[in-house]
């Protein structure tokens, strides 16, 4: 599981927190295992690309599909993070 902490509350879509680029993502249940049997769980997610025209206090919201690398305490790459739900289109009225 993947939480987003967002560094600036100020900006928010649906009344909750937007997610921009500089935020990081704390990840709970990922067991992954470097060779030989040494276990590095992954623990907080680097986002690579955000929106290009669409920004909050000066930094690119995130949007899906979104590139991340998820990484452990010592900042092995385990891979990308499976995205199974996120607001789909916002509007600005």
Do not use: H, Y
């Amino acid at each position: 599981m993947l939480n987003i902490v967002a560094a600036s509350p100020r900006v928010q879509v649906s009344g909750m927190p937007a997610a921009v680029l500089t935020d990081q993502g704390l990840v709970a249940g990922c067991a992954f295992t470097v060779p030989p049997s040494k276990p590095q769980p992954c623990v907080t997610t680097r986002w690579m690309v955000g929106a290009t025209r669409v920004m909050a206090n000066g930094q690119p919201l995130l949007i899906n599909p979104c590139v991340a690398i998820c990484q452990s305490a010592e900042q092995i790459p385990g891979g990308p993070p499976i995205i199974t739900g996120s607001q789909t289109r916002v509007f600005a009225t």
